[in-house]
């Protein structure tokens, strides 16, 4: 187990179009030939911006990150 959070990608419904590896602002996420992995986990901030760009709807965020 993970000691931190990053978004879930489903891959049974990516499409491996690579719009959340471009729009990415840490440059966590890579595209293989497996689909869209997370190539540098622990430098992923969890701004959601993957999860908001993605058009099938294939990455999830579970947590809510929020300021006190």
Same mark, same amino acid.
């Given at each position: 187990?993970?000691? &931190?959070?990053?978004?879930?990608?489903?891959? /049974?419904?990516?499409?491996?179009? @690579? *719009? $959340? %590896?471009?729009? $990415?602002? #840490?440059? %966590?996420?890579?595209? =293989? =030939? #497996? @689909?869209?992995?997370?190539?540098?986990? *622990? =430098?992923?901030?969890? !701004?959601?911006? $993957?999860? /908001?760009? $993605?058009?099938?709807?294939? %990455?999830? !965020? #579970?947590?809510?990150? @929020? &300021?006190?």
């Amino acid at each position: 187990m993970n000691d &931190w959070a990053i978004p879930e990608i489903d891959r /049974q419904i990516c499409n491996r179009c @690579g *719009k $959340c %590896v471009e729009a $990415c602002p #840490s440059h %966590v996420l890579e595209l =293989d =030939d #497996s @689909g869209i992995i997370f190539a540098r986990p *622990k =430098d992923c901030t969890y !701004c959601t911006t $993957c999860e /908001q760009i $993605c058009p099938e709807n294939a %990455v999830t !965020c #579970s947590f809510e990150i @929020g &300021w006190a």
